[in-house]
């Protein structure tokens, strides 16, 4: 081997070095670009019978500065920061709905519970009704608006999903291509490694992690199987899967879904992390939740306020229909359903329809009407009288129709006592009160309705009445538990969408520090491997004069 032939060997290896480096500045700014390295390797020496003289160097090969494990951690820490933020995203959304003045129920239903109680305090006034009314509207409009709010937030998530489809398939057909092109660049023979197709590849991989989670495995071609979710193969060679939008009609309302395959299996609940499974979480976790309490919510109110209403007596002395319905009625009652059923305000059952209409009374007895405990449509047998006997420290009720009832009662101790008048003669809560005299008679008969507040206090008492979750909270307990429940998880949200940021910004840190273009790395590569070349050149000119001077000497 000739000294200009190691001479060349060094200025064609400090070429390629230098058209390396120079790659790796032009690509700084090149997103998915890492960085390469040319390997320098010594040629096969020549054997000169007892000692080998060296023939030079060349470039082995191009390296491509990679670690699988980091690029493994980047994936999984960017699928879970996407499906943490498209979480708190909606969640968050949602939270400032339910939480709204303007549109929540906790400023609705006081303002309708601060009506019922105007009307109590001035049951005659039409004006107070008619306030009742309009609140009464108001806050089933509320359920109704929030009830569509909720439903606009599920149709983004079925619109996101439709979205994420096509680009999940577009990424798996260019992740499949590329497989095919770096097949094909393997098998020329060269041994390298076609480093700008391994950079796109792994670039659309990490931009699928950002809608599902992705797990890669390795075939001895230089493909790579790409499978999402729980295992479902997305790119398997030269082929890709497709996904599909479907309609899962077993859902009220009606949604989208995700088929796999020719077959459009639904892998839905199998798809994780990512933007597709923080949009599933919150579907599910928020969206699904924040209805079921608000339609409970709604439920509680229609079916509450009816039955109590159903019990009082309007202006006109008609016994009360339902305060608020819905306008076509679904297998269940839901917050998008309920209407006011009542436009005239001497329609509002105010009274009670049975109240004491008579007493014949020497002694201080009384009795008051605490509450009608009969389910509606009422039926009354009225007059019923009820006479003392102080012998006995009883009052003996009585209609004319049903067997007596004695009601025992001692004015001694016996006073604000309550007791309960039942069926078949009537379902009434008294409240028996005063020192009645041997003999004395009260009378309950129907009630003439003017100025009787009763049923009015009675419908304003179920603002802290528990008649919801087996009789354990208000309405503004439910609410509250609703709006609070969203809430904790937008705050949870928060903090893992914090943590996940963190995690992915520390192994970018590191896959950059790593695999990333360091300007003045490559700077002072770029001179080493300048002075190279100028000495590789040197070793040409002494190789020619050398040659000169022999070619002279002769």
């Known amino acids: 081997m000739s000294l200009l032939n190691v001479g060349v060997s060094a200025l064609l290896t400090s070429q390629g070095s230098l058209a390396t480096t120079s790659q790796n500045i032009s690509n700084v700014n090149t997103e998915g670009y890492n960085r390469q390295r040319a390997e320098h390797v010594t040629r096969a020496a020549n054997f ?40 708190l995203k909606f969640s968050r959304q949602i939270d400032d709905l339910l939480g709204s003045p303007q549109l929540g129920l906790d400023s609705g239903l006081e303002s309708f519970f601060n009506a019922v109680h105007e009307v109590a305090n001035n049951p005659t006034s039409i004006s107070a009704r008619q306030v009742m009314l309009t609140e009464g509207e108001i806050l089933a409009n509320r359920f109704n608006t929030l009830d569509k709010q909720l439903g606009e937030f599920d149709k983004q998530v079925d619109n996101l999903l439709s979205v994420s489809i096509k680009d999940i398939n577009s990424l798996s057909k260019g992740i499949a291509d590329l497989n095919a092109a770096i097949i094909a660049a393997g098998a020329s023979g060269t041994g390298d490694q076609p480093n700008d197709l391994l950079d796109k590849r792994d670039k659309l991989i990490n931009d699928l992690s950002k809608f599902t989670s992705v797990n890669i495995i390795p075939e001895d071609t230089g493909a790579l199987t790409v499978l999402v979710g729980n295992g479902q193969a997305l790119v398997v060679g030269t082929a890709n899967i497709e996904l599909h939008e479907i309609v899962d009609s077993s859902t009220n309302p009606v949604r989208v879904g995700i088929g796999y395959g020719p077959a459009q299996i639904d892998v839905s609940a199998q798809l994780t992390g990512g933007s597709i499974g923080g949009a599933l979480q919150v579907r599910s976790d928020v969206i699904d939740s924040a209805r079921t309490e608000l339609d409970a919510l709604a439920l509680g109110v229609t079916t509450s306020f009816n039955a109590q209403h159903r019990k009082g007596v309007s202006l006109n002395g008609t016994i009360g229909g339902d305060l608020f ?69 009883q009052y003996t009720a009585t209609d004319g ?22 069926a078949p003669m009537a379902e009434l809560t008294l409240v028996l009160n005063g020192i009645p005299a041997n003999g004395d008679i009260i009378t309950l008969g129907s009630s003439s309705a003017i100025g009787d507040n009763r049923n009015a206090l009675a419908l304003a008492d ?5 008649t919801l979750n087996g009789g354990t909270q208000s309405f503004a307990d439910s609410y509250g538990v609703t709006v609070a429940n969203v809430a904790t998880r937008t705050h949870q949200a928060e903090i893992g969408q914090k943590t996940q940021q963190g995690l992915l910004d520390q192994v970018n840190l590191r896959h950059e520090s790593l695999s990333g273009v360091n300007l003045d790395e490559e700077a002072a590569n770029l001179i080493k491997f300048q002075q190279a070349y100028q000495a590789a050149s040197q070793i040409i000119t002494v190789s020619n004069t050398v040659f000169n001077a022999l070619i002279n000497a002769v």
Not at 362 to 368: A, C, L, P, R, Y
Not at 462 to 466: R, S, T
């Open 48 to 87: 000169q019978g007892a000692y080998y003289i060296g023939t030079g160097v060349t470039i082995g090969g191009v390296e491509r500065i990679y670690d699988n494990f980091i690029a493994s951690q980047v994936r999984t820490y960017t699928s879970q920061e996407s499906q943490q933020d498209t979480f």
């Open 462 to 466: 179920l603002q802290i009445a528990k």
């Open 325 to 393: 319905t819905v306008a076509t009625p679904p297998a269940t009652t839901d917050a998008g359903s309920i209407r006011l059923a009542i436009s005239d305000p001497r329609d509002l059952a105010i009274a009670f329809p049975v109240g004491v209409t008579n007493t014949s009374v020497t002694g201080s007895g009384q009795i008051e009407i605490a509450s009608i405990d009969a389910t509606p449509p009422l039926a009354l047998t009225l007059p019923i009288t009820l006479t003392f006997d102080s012998a006995t420290n």
């Open 401 to 422: 129709v049903n067997p007596a009832v004695t009601i025992a009662y001692d004015p001694s101790s016996d006073g604000g006592k309550s007791v309960s008048l039942t």
